[in-house]
């Protein structure tokens, strides 16, 4: 590709909303650009990456045996009605109405969909296990977006889903998933971990994270520095990550008396539902309680764990919370909540168990709810919070470090509960109709590009790990207006570069050198070569890796073999 054909939009100036550095470097560079809060067009150098990304998720996706599709992103309400997400999804859930009258959302995830599909066309138990994949934009009306695509509103994932007959098929597929994720990851020259986390608004049993290590990621991770252990902080799990030998634990049947909904409990403290950001359960007087966490949106996951190691918690009037929900209710957060008393936390008996995920109302309504509903609630007593610094729950011998982490993947064991809702199921060799138990997997496809740039950058701009780059040389040409010896040289490099497999980006252009040197750094080509007058009479060319303090002078007819 020639720059005269292929304009580079960069910037000299770091956009004033872009608060870290992935986000900057993205606008300066010229990957995306804004169109509304939440909303980036991936320009052409841009998509190339995301591409990448894409390529490297398929080949792996399919190495499993996971079926590629493609689903609608407008799914009809009737769905989601069935799975009984569209009362508790809350409002992530971008939904709107047709011109007669029917509801419809914009898909945030898709197991509603996939689960109608393989209720119609499944015939036979025989035909289990299956998998598959789509990678598609997803709508998600996120209370805060911002860090560009990394918290988007409209972003690329890739979510597959599997479907199995019985559980040790379903362990057996979500290992292989796991696997590829593993290579997946490994393979874009992301350092990262996996994690045990927390199900949230998607469900199940059992599920891990995949997070990118980095200072600017939103979530909090602790791993232990002697074995494999590592969890998300807000999973505050004792127990071990699940890994390949664990089986989903069966959980204690608690049910809350008297339960209501989460308006009704915000209503009853004089709190807006939307000032509540995330609830957890806590053990209080030994009984399981359950404590909002109220804020505005600044009180994101992380600062709500943290408050809640704090000596104090605001709370509401005992009395009168624990009438209004049949459980001793509490808050704590900014200071233009309701007055209440301040009380002192005991931490033996406040071991914190965590099962909302995100910030946003979602999480909230689908924990009551299933409460409403009575089904089996985490014991409460095996979860507490991790503190760093303390000794692994897992080998007992190392002691836990804490790290921040971007989130780039999430796998989830769900069961049997969109199969159960939703009435997918098969007949078993006995005739017996069977709900399907299922798995889901999803990747972050764009957000995969800024969590790269925040672990692969430099004062000067991009520095690409090679399986990302949008072009692998960046060819540039010095003078070629005035000699035509080096525009020769650079029209012959440059095909012979592309002959030999490379892709190749060409600043053809009459700019000063300064301006192309800038612009290659800044969009972070792995390999940058010079051509130029004086050394092309000496037979050479410069040449510098774009991770390199250095260049040096290669001769220009061994070039190709010289960057492999
Ligand atoms: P987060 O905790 O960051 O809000 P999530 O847990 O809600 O993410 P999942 O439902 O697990 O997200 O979706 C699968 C993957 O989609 C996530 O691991 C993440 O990489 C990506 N993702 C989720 N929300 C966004 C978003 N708003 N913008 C970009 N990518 C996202
Ligand atoms: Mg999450
Ligand atoms: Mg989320
Ligand atoms: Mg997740």
Not at 15 to 22: G, M, R, T
Not at 199 to 223: Q, Y
Request: one cysteine or more.
């Amino acid at each position: 590709m020639r720059v005269s054909r292929f304009p580079l939009f960069t910037s000299k100036e770091t956009p004033a909303d872009a608060e870290i550095i992935s986000h900057q470097l993205m606008l300066r560079a010229g990957l995306i650009e804004k169109l509304g809060a939440g909303l980036y067009t991936w320009q052409p150098l841009g998509l190339r990456v995301m591409r990448r990304v894409e390529q490297v998720v398929r080949e792996e996706m399919d190495a499993i045996g996971a079926l590629e599709m493609l689903m609608p992103a407008v799914q009809p309400a009737e769905l989601w009605h069935e799975s009984g997400r569209w009362s508790v999804y809350g409002p992530e859930l971008l939904r709107l109405t047709d011109r007669h009258e029917r509801d419809f959302c914009i898909g945030p995830t898709h197991e509603e969909v996939i689960t109608d599909y393989l209720r119609r066309e499944l015939r036979s138990y025989r035909q289990l296990p299956l998998s598959y994949y789509q990678i598609q934009t997803k709508f998600r009306d996120e209370i805060r977006p911002r860090f560009g695509v990394m918290r988007a509103r409209e972003f690329v994932m890739k979510d597959a889903y599997s479907f199995h007959l019985d559980e040790a098929s379903l362990q057996a597929t979500y290992e292989a998933m796991r696997n590829a994720y593993e290579r997946i990851f490994a393979r874009l020259g992301l350092r990262f971990r996996a994690v045990g986390a927390d199900s949230g608004a998607i469900g199940g049993s059992v599920s891990e994270e995949f997070m990118v290590l980095a200072d600017s990621g939103e979530d909090e991770i602790a791993s232990c520095n002697h074995c494999r252990y590592a969890a998300n902080t807000e999973t505050a799990s004792s127990r071990p990550a699940p890994g390949p030998a664990t089986k989903p634990q069966p959980a204690e049947q608690h049910t809350t008396p008297g339960a209501r909904s989460v308006e009704a409990q915000c209503q009853a403290l004089g709190l807006r539902p939307d000032q509540v950001v995330k609830s957890v359960v806590v053990m209080a007087d030994g009984e399981p309680a359950v404590l909002f966490i109220a804020g505005d949106d600044e009180l994101n996951d992380v600062k709500a764990a943290r408050a809640l190691e704090a000596d104090e918690l605001r709370m509401a009037e005992p009395a009168e919370a624990e009438q209004a929900t049949g459980a001793p209710v509490g808050f704590i957060g900014p200071v233009d909540l309701p007055p209440g008393l301040t009380v002192r936390v005991d931490h033996r008996a406040a071991d914190l168990g965590n099962f909302s995920s995100g910030a946003g109302r979602s999480d909230h309504h689908w924990i009551n709810l299933n409460w409403e509903r009575d089904t089996p609630r985490p014991p409460v007593a095996d979860l507490r919070m991790v503190k760093a610094g303390e000794s692994c729950p897992a080998c007992d011998e190392g002691q836990l470090e804490i790290h921040r982490g971007i989130e780039v993947g999430h796998i989830f064991q769900l069961g049997t509960k969109y199969s159960e809702a939703m009435e997918a199921t098969v007949l078993d060799e006995q005739g017996t109709p069977q709900p399907l138990i299922m798995g889901c997997y999803g990747i972050g496809v764009s957000r995969v590009v800024a969590a790269a740039i925040e672990q692969n950058h430099d004062d000067k701009g991009i520095v690409w790990p090679a399986p990302l780059a949008p072009f692998e040389v960046a060819l540039i040409s010095i003078g070629a207006d005035r000699d035509p010896a080096v525009a020769e040289a650079a029209e012959r490099t440059y095909a012979a570069l592309g002959e030999a497999g490379w892709s190749v980006l060409w600043d053809d252009r009459g700019a000063r050198p300064g301006v192309k040197f800038a612009d290659m750094e800044l969009i972070g080509i792995p390999h940058r070569v010079v051509i130029g007058a004086r050394r092309l009479e000496a037979g050479t060319v410069e040449y510098r890796p774009r991770d390199a303090e250095r260049s040096e002078d290669l001769p220009l007819d061994q070039l190709s073999a010289a960057l492999a």
